[in-house]
T-cell receptor, first 114, second 116 residues
């Protein structure tokens, strides 16, 4: 069982749809992350939030919009996605966004764009 | 720039065998190295994290070592079981100094199959 919970587990959407991915942790962690993982590849960092503020945006297209409403929640709003955006989207958290902190991952949302 | 490499890309062993997975990194000024396991279609499960001041970490049948001078980490799995079958990833923080904000560089992973 993972302490980082992601919903939904699977999502199929058209290119004109708007949807959101959700991530929740109750470990008191102050850093949260979004990763994108394509098949047979390692995860690629998209965004980092530290103390509810966006710290890193790895040049992610604006059709992905992150939001951190509070220290336990992290959302990823999706709009006008492309077929190449189909992937496993992973959320992670750590005590703080520092060098010595292990990251804990959720089980991900499998996203398919039609 | 930190680069992380894992060898082999895939490994198939019979049940009960002891095995070693390798992870190499280019920047020896490493703060820590984390080993993960990923089952198909699932997220990453953290197995072990070794700080730069440590040489080994152990958890059950798993033992991870870190040799900064040679730029290598190994994950040793004792008495392998079919349930150990998964992809194993190692990851290191990007940037030794300053604030990396948790950015990790991942290796490409080793796909392990343990057959009965």
């Amino acid at each position: 069982d993972t302490e980082v919970t992601q919903t939904p587990k699977h999502l199929v959407m058209g290119m004109t749809n708007k949807k959101s991915l959700k991530c929740e942790q109750h470990m008191g962690h102050r850093a949260m992350y979004w990763y994108k993982q394509k098949a047979k590849k390692p995860p690629e960092l998209m965004f980092v939030y530290s103390y509810e503020k966006l710290s890193i945006n790895e040049s992610v297209p604006s059709r992905f919009s992150p939001e951190c409403p509070n220290s336990s929640l992290l959302n990823l709003h999706l709009h006008a996605l492309q077929p190449e955006d189909s992937a496993l989207y992973l959320c992670a958290s750590s005590q703080e966004a520092g060098l010595h902190q292990p990251q804990h991952f959720g089980d991900g949302t499998r996203l398919s764009i039609l | 720039k930190q680069e992380v490499t894992q060898i082999p890309a895939a490994l198939s062993v019979p049940e009960g065998e002891n095995l070693v997975l390798n992870c190499s990194f280019t920047d020896s000024a490493i703060y820590n190295l984390q080993w993960f396991r990923q089952d198909p279609g699932k997220g990453l499960t953290s197995l072990l994290l070794i700080q730069s001041s440590q040489r080994e970490q152990t958890s059950g049948r798993l033992n991870a070592s870190l040799d900064k001078s040679s730029g290598r980490s190994t994950l040793y799995i004792a008495a392998s079981q079919p349930g150990d079958s998964a992809t194993y990833l190692c990851a290191a923080p990007i940037g030794a100094g300053g604030t990396s904000y948790g950015k990790l560089t991942f290796g490409q992973g080793t796909i392990l199959t343990v057959h009965p």
